[in-house]
């Protein structure tokens, strides 16, 4: 069901970007339009990746440097039957945690210091087998393209004051309300597909670790922390802020329209009801595998 509604949420937001190209510009508006989203979607393809990881800071460790981190992310895509993506660490007392890359060969993950140090060996494997899930999907190639699509809709929205049929488009004030209602409607579409993603990477990281709770508790401390522990990178880009696995803004009360995560709540109800079919035999994340970091520590494994 989840990738029916990702189809049909994707066929959506392509049907509405070639038909504000068709009002523009007609079928030849439409086809221009279709030729900017594919060249907008082959950029965002091959550097989003790159461009996430350095604007929220991210710095990639080796096993040799974050053992226990790198080491736990490697042998649950190795269990996932999925290459090994690069591991980063981000500086930030906020605990999150993201996934990026055009592809799974071309991937990685990333996890802030302060997940590494407040959450438990087993949370933190729930959380990462979350991120590899996201991988294996291609969900990170899914978010890029909604997001090109979304931008390019707001785009060409702003052109229809200036250009197009204004008779097609309704007059003034239809001009206006597609301006309005246009970008709207995108965004509303591309929040749809995030919820839907995530409901998804939380139901296959909870069988790639093997254990549905590791998973559940790791999202509420994350939600708890979230909300009193300021995440200063992704204030300043919140453009970012649906990749990671909890929003690192604020959390929402509800699966709302404008939220870009579904409900923490939610989430965790659907993972404790895959409990009792979870797989008995789980990854080994001991605490050998994943040592507490004081908060006062500057060096050491997680930097």
């Known amino acids: 069901m989840g990738y029916t ?41 091959w550097n989003s990746d790159k461009a996430v990881l350095r604007m929220h800071g991210a710095r990639e460790v080796t096993e040799a440097e974050a053992p226990a981190y790198v080491g736990m992310v ?5 269990r996932a039957g999925m290459p090994v993506p690069k591991c980063y660490i981000i500086d930030t007392d906020q605990p999150n945690a993201f996934a990026t890359g055009r592809n799974p060969q071309n991937a990685a993950v990333a996890a802030t210091t302060g997940l590494l140090a407040r959450l438990s060996p087993e949370e933190v494997a729930g959380v990462m087998a979350h991120e590899l899930a996201h991988i294996r999907n291609h969900d990170t190639l899914i978010m890029t393209v909604t997001a090109t699509f979304a931008g390019a809709i707001s785009m060409l929205a702003n052109f229809a004051l200036f250009f197009g049929n204004r008779e097609r488009q309704g007059g003034l004030i239809g001009t206006l309300a597609l301006m309005i209602l246009a970008p709207m409607a995108a965004g509303l579409v591309q929040m749809a597909i995030s919820r839907t993603r995530e409901y998804e990477a939380d139901r296959a990281g909870a069988e ?34 649906h990749m990671f696995i909890i929003n690192p803004l604020h959390a929402h009360a509800h699966d709302k329209l404008f939220s870009t995560h579904p409900n923490t709540g939610n989430r965790i109800a659907a993972l404790r009801a895959m409990a009792g079919q979870a797989p008995r035999k789980a990854v080994d994340a001991g605490p050998s595998r994943v040592p507490r970091v004081r908060r006062a520590a500057r060096k050491g494994p997680w930097g």
């Not at 937001?13 to 907008?40: D, K, R, S």
């Not at 549905?212 to 508790?217: F, I, M």
């Open 74 to 78: 490697r042998q649950m895509a190795l």
């Open 208 to 241: 790639i670790c093997g254990q549905p709770l590791w998973l559940a508790s790791a999202l509420g401390k994350i939600e708890a922390f979230a909300q009193r522990i300021d995440n200063p990178a992704a204030e300043q880009n919140p453009a970012s802020a």
């Open 5 to 45: 509604k990702t189809a049909i949420l994707m066929a959506a937001m392509t049907a509405l970007f070639m038909g504000l190209g068709y009002l523009l510009g007609g079928q030849g508006g439409m086809l221009v339009a279709l030729v900017v989203a594919g060249a907008m979607n082959l950029l965002g393809w």
